[in-house]
């Protein structure tokens, strides 16, 4: 255990309010709105940038004005090392590579230093593809060179104690000394009940809170996960506070990136009532979450 204690940052995802963005929310609604919450940092995702991967300079210009304006700062942009991005066969390994140097460049250029890298699966565990090893040690030098680590999430109903999160990718890590490859955990692997108005799912096997602290080493961003805060700002579905003094004890600085996943946001598009709460209760939740997590932190 560290003898310092953590000092986590408290940010967003952008994808929280991704039901409202180029409808009724602009970019700068969007970081006026995290800015107003408190938070510090945020997650970007390649899909929200146009002409990605290649924005115009005005755009890049305009993404660092809105950066400053709001006093914010990148934490992690989320893409795929995806070996299936079109119909036949798969991509080779020096094809995933370029892909995945394109975003590394991309990246630094927006200066996120974390990438929240999706692997292709292969079931609903999150069970890599056969062959990951391959590409993405090839990627680790440029990794390296434009000074970004790649994180694997971890997400519900994937655990810390899946196969393939503690055999094969501490593994990978403990072979190559890496320190740009890790693990983006995912609140939502702490889930032990159903939300309100969420599907009913099975959570006889979830993470425990004490499991987050043999991989804090290798996670530099968390998304923190939510489903439901109530007015009392109490997370109803995961053990924040016994999750979070974990990391604070055992010296974890890393970035803490709201990341709501409410039910009201998967059933906005069924009708123009339900998107209206939605336009309600999302921008809600986020500040509920954000108040929570400044509770906990006590700051």
């Known amino acids: 255990m560290?003898?310092?204690?953590?000092?986590?940052?408290?940010?967003?995802?952008?994808?929280?309010?991704?039901?409202?963005?180029?409808?009724?929310?602009?970019?700068?609604?969007?970081?006026?709105?995290?800015?107003?919450?408190?938070?510090?940092?945020?997650?970007?995702?390649?899909?929200?940038?146009?002409?990605?991967p290649n924005p115009t300079p005005e755009w890049v210009d305009k993404y660092w004005r809105l950066c400053e304006k709001y006093n914010l700062q990148p934490s992690e942009l989320g893409h795929w090392a995806e070996n299936h991005l079109h119909r036949g066969p798969g991509m080779t390994d020096d094809e995933v590579v370029e892909e995945l140097k394109q975003d590394f460049r991309l990246a630094n250029l927006l200066g996120f230093k974390a990438l929240r890298t999706k692997i292709t699966c292969v079931n609903e565990l999150c069970d890599p593809e056969p062959g990951w090893q391959n590409y993405i040690e090839k990627a680790l030098p440029y990794a390296e060179k434009y000074n970004v680590r790649m994180q694997n999430e971890v997400h519900l109903p994937t655990t810390l104690h899946t196969p393939h999160i503690r055999d094969e990718y501490l593994d990978f890590i403990h072979r190559t000394k890496t320190e740009h490859f890790g693990f983006n955990i995912d609140f939502g692997t702490f889930q032990y009940r159903a939300a309100k108005g969420g599907r009913e799912m099975d959570f006889s096997d979830v993470t425990k809170p004490e499991e987050i602290v043999d991989f804090l080493p290798y996670s530099w961003v968390c998304h923190a996960k939510f489903n439901y805060v109530n007015e009392n700002f109490e997370e109803e579905t995961i053990p924040y506070p016994e999750v979070i003094q974990y990391m604070i004890d055992n010296g974890w600085s890393g970035d803490l990136l709201s990341e709501c996943e409410c039910p009201i946001r998967f059933h906005a598009e069924e009708s123009p009532e339900k998107f209206a709460q939605a336009m309600v209760e999302i921008p809600e939740q986020v500040r509920r979450h954000q108040i929570m997590l400044r509770n906990i932190l006590g700051y």
């Open 2 to 52: 560290s003898t310092e204690k953590g000092h986590p940052r408290r940010g967003i995802c952008l994808y929280s309010y991704h039901n409202l963005l180029g409808k009724t929310m602009t970019l700068e609604d969007a970081f006026l709105e995290m800015y107003d919450t408190g938070a510090t940092c945020f997650e970007f995702l390649t899909s929200y940038i146009p002409n990605y």
